[in-house]
């Protein structure tokens, strides 16, 4: 068990694999998100087609990086150091593995990263990506950032038929159809006990929910490649 998202850069996620390959060891990477259980209900929504053709997603994950350890540094943290393997698009790659896992691989994937909040740091603390997913060409948007004071995490679908809501904090998935809006899941614990779900699988061997190294290898591939063609911006 890897933690996310496997390595800084794809030059070290390569090696992996090669090790991986070599010594024929099921690497798997700690995207802890796959285990909440509303991500079942809502693949059920899009599997069943109640919302008719999916047009588009959002995706939003936020909270400002000074809360994430509030007796540390959050200087000093791995979060906040390129070095490190920091910046909001791999400290938060979760919604980007969880994009993947729904919609199916990115293309024309499009870069805005910013510093809006944190200037004096060399990683991103908002990031915003539009692409194309899966062979459906659907249209995503996933923003990132480590800039709000109030937590948010939440995915928003629009198909043909209705709206679905996620909000992953609240543990809850709301659809409206036809003006009507109806709750069809509620664990207000979710997101809190992902990672006992997750260990509980893997102390038992029966985990296949995870990513494995390649799959990962290629969420780092992705954030590379759009590091390469956009800059960072900075707030003026």
């Given at each position: 068990?890897?933690?996310?998202?496997?390595?800084?850069?794809?030059?070290?996620?390569?090696?992996?694999?090669?090790?991986?390959?070599?010594?024929?060891?099921?690497?798997?990477?700690?995207?802890?998100?796959?285990?909440?259980?509303?991500?079942?209900?809502?693949?059920?929504?899009?599997?069943?087609?109640?919302?008719?053709?999916?047009?588009?997603?959002?995706?939003?994950?936020?909270?400002?990086?000074?809360?994430?350890?509030?007796?540390?540094?959050?200087?000093?943290?791995?979060?906040?150091?390129?070095?490190?393997?920091?910046?909001?698009?791999?400290?938060?790659?979760?919604?980007?593995?969880?994009?993947?896992?729904?919609?199916?691989?990115?293309?024309?994937?499009?870069?805005?990263?910013?510093?809006?909040?944190?200037?004096?740091?060399?990683?991103?603390?908002?990031?915003?990506?539009?692409?194309?997913?899966?062979?459906?060409?659907?249209?995503?948007?996933?923003?990132?950032?480590?800039?709000?004071?109030?937590?948010?995490?939440?995915?928003?679908?629009?198909?043909?038929?209705?709206?679905?809501?996620?909000?992953?904090?609240a543990g809850k998935?709301?659809?409206?159809m036809n003006g009507?809006?109806?709750?069809?899941?509620?664990?207000?614990?979710?997101?809190?006990?992902?990672?006992?779900?997750?260990?509980?699988?893997?102390?038992?061997?029966?985990?296949?929910?995870?990513?494995?190294?390649?799959?990962?290898?290629?969420?780092?591939?992705?954030?590379?490649?759009?590091?390469?063609?956009?800059?960072?911006?900075?707030?003026?």
């Amino acid at each position: 068990i890897i933690e996310k998202p496997i390595a800084a850069n794809v030059s070290d996620a390569k090696k992996i694999n090669r090790v991986a390959s070599k010594t024929r060891c099921d690497i798997r990477i700690a995207y802890n998100l796959r285990y909440l259980a509303g991500l079942p209900r809502l693949k059920d929504c899009l599997s069943s087609r109640i919302l008719g053709k999916i047009q588009t997603f959002n995706i939003t994950v936020g909270q400002d990086l000074k809360l994430w350890r509030p007796h540390r540094k959050f200087k000093d943290s791995v979060s906040a150091q390129a070095s490190k393997g920091g910046g909001v698009l791999r400290e938060l790659s979760h919604e980007l593995d969880l994009a993947v896992h729904l919609f199916g691989k990115p293309n024309h994937s499009t870069l805005r990263r910013a510093k809006l909040k944190y200037v004096e740091l060399d990683v991103e603390d908002t990031a915003i990506i539009h692409a194309q997913f899966g062979i459906n060409s659907i249209f995503g948007k996933i923003h990132l950032d480590f800039t709000r004071d109030i937590p948010l995490r939440i995915v928003s679908i629009s198909g043909e038929y209705g709206d679905l809501a996620w909000d992953i904090l609240a543990g809850k998935i709301t659809i409206e159809m036809n003006g009507k809006k109806e709750n069809i899941f509620s664990k207000n614990d979710d997101l809190q006990t992902t990672y006992a779900q997750m260990w509980s699988q893997i102390l038992s061997q029966q985990d296949t929910i995870l990513p494995n190294a390649t799959e990962a290898t290629e969420i780092i591939s992705w954030i590379e490649d759009m590091e390469k063609r956009f800059k960072i911006e900075k707030s003026e």
